[in-house]
């Protein structure tokens, strides 16, 4: 079955720590995305990533990095920069190309992440 | 200008009812808007989408109505059933822009 498969399911930081949340695809997308979604907020972008060893800051990137090494992994890294890291965490892809706009997006089944 | 706004934040429907969920947008240059679809600890699945060139589209008991110079866009959910409880966001989008999305509404459909 083809999908994306995001892990842990759930994680737990401590102040001060930085924590990688690993996102893995076999649909062959060339497009990933990271998204944070909070309660009563939707999905707000975090980074999101056209093609291997490119990737682009979203609306609200600060506090976040990634990484685009292979095609199938995009793994995002919570910094201590963050400052309210707690939150649900997807992951999606997409087929890519120059015009991401209107493509469909596949989801993950998200990282909830805490702070201790 | 990217915000899009929806309603309900929530909505109780009894089971065979009409579920409505309302999105408003600002941004006249948008020319996708999807809907999707999110179950309890799941990621969100695209459900149906629509281009401004036509006013309404149907899937099965799913329904977009779409009213550009009002600038909004509905789903409309016939025969409601329990099953389709769950967390709904529009989005849009346009060339060069990525998907914007609605606050969510989360839908209960009592038995």
């Known amino acids: 079955d083809g999908g994306i498969t995001q892990s842990p399911k759930y994680l737990f930081r401590k102040e001060g720590q930085n924590v990688t949340l690993s996102c893995e695809q076999n649909l062959n997308h060339d497009a990933m995305y990271w998204y944070r979604q909070d309660p009563g907020q939707g999905l707000r972008l975090i980074y999101y990533?056209?093609?291997?060893?490119?990737?682009q800051k979203g609306d609200i990137a600060e506090g976040y990095s990634v990484s685009r090494e292979k095609k199938e992994s995009f793994p995002l890294t919570v910094t201590s920069a963050q400052k309210n890291p707690t939150a649900f965490y997807l992951c999606?892809?997409?087929?890519?190309?120059?015009?991401?706009?209107?493509?469909?997006?596949?989801f993950g089944d998200g990282t909830r992440l805490s702070i201790l | 200008q990217q915000q899009v706004k929806q309603s309900p934040q929530s909505l109780i429907v009894q089971k065979g009812g009409i579920s409505i969920i309302n999105c408003a947008y600002e941004n006249t240059a948008f020319d996708y808007f999807p809907w999707y679809q999110q179950f309890p600890g799941k990621g969100p699945a695209l459900l149906i989408a629509?281009?401004?060139?036509?006013s309404e589209k149907k899937e099965g008991r799913f329904t977009i109505s779409f009213n550009k110079s009002a600038k909004q866009f509905s789903l409309h959910i016939m025969d409601s059933q329990p099953g389709d409880s769950a967390t709904y966001f529009c989005?849009?989008?346009?060339?060069?822009?990525?998907?914007?999305f609605g606050g969510g509404t989360r839908l209960m459909v009592k038995p």
């Open positions: 990533s056209q093609i291997v060893n490119d990737f």
């Open positions: 989005a849009a989008s346009n060339a060069g822009n990525m998907l914007t």
């Open positions: 999606a892809s997409s087929i890519g190309g120059a015009d991401l706009s209107n493509q469909p997006q596949h």
């Open positions: 629509i281009r401004p060139d036509v």
